[in-house]
């Protein structure tokens, strides 16, 4: 079965740094989604991204964050200056037909800021 | 206001009942309903989906909707310990690009 794949699967990294969470959707899928888990709290929609832009971001997603697919296979999350309160586990998501059918989410990334 | 509710639990049946989990939501405009199985420390997993108002099934799994009670819910029967998890109960808003979640449900199913 198709998988969304993350790397690293764990991260740990001092506060202010940069970190860049990578993310292989499936193949056929168009739509890509960041998700985040502190933890004991609930999944947190990040932002979604199709046709190549952001469609929609939430209040979370702010200057710090930003998003790329620099070619037809990776999807990455980047964190430009990590603050503690960043440490949670980041789930890429992917759907082939758009949010209403569902997605399936990588594995995660569980991010460590220290 | 919450936007997806769900009790939080345990909610703890024996193997072989019938596990009941509940979610309300507070948007009317919502247009699909999901219901995601999380094991600790690992990734949300899609258990189904639903559209319409009524009932739909697979296989232990039934969802339950009634948009005008802005309600969904989830039936496990014949529910095994390797259905201990948390439930997640998610809804896309009207118009909107994610899913929001609810903070889920734990179910433990006991020997």
């Known amino acids: 079965e198709p998988e969304v794949t993350q790397t690293p699967s764990h991260q740990v990294t001092q506060m202010g740094q940069e970190v860049i969470l990578r993310c292989v959707p499936i193949?056929?899928?168009?739509?890509f989604y960041w998700y985040r888990q502190i933890l004991g709290q609930k999944v947190e929609f990040l932002v979604s991204?199709?046709?190549?832009?952001?469609?929609?971001k939430s209040e979370i997603f702010d200057d710090q964050f930003s998003v790329e697919r620099p070619d037809g296979s990776n999807f990455t999350l980047k964190i430009r200056s990590t603050k503690l309160e960043d440490s949670a586990m980041y789930f890429c998501?992917?759907?082939?037909?758009?949010?209403?059918?569902?997605?399936?989410f990588g594995s995660g990334t569980r991010l460590t800021v220290v | 206001q919450k936007e997806v509710e769900q009790n939080s639990g345990p909610l703890s049946v024996p193997e072989g009942a019938i596990a009941s989990l509940n979610c309300t939501y507070s948007?009317?405009?919502?247009?699909?309903f999901f219901w995601y199985r999380q094991y600790s420390g690992k990734s949300p997993e899609l258990i189904m989906f639903i559209y319409s108002n009524g009932d739909k099934e697979d296989g232990r799994f039934t969802a339950q909707l009634n948009k005008a009670s802005q309600y969904v819910s989830l039936l496990i029967r014949d529910s095994q310990p390797s259905d201990s998890a948390t439930y997640l109960c998610a809804v896309t808003p009207g118009g909107g690009n994610k899913l929001t979640f609810g903070t889920g449900t734990q179910l433990k199913v006991e020997l």
């Open positions: 991204f199709y046709n190549n832009e952001i469609s929609e």
């Open positions: 948007d009317r405009g919502s247009q699909s």
């Open positions: 193949s056929n899928h168009l739509y």
């Open positions: 998501a992917s759907s082939e037909r758009g949010p209403g059918w569902g997605y399936t």
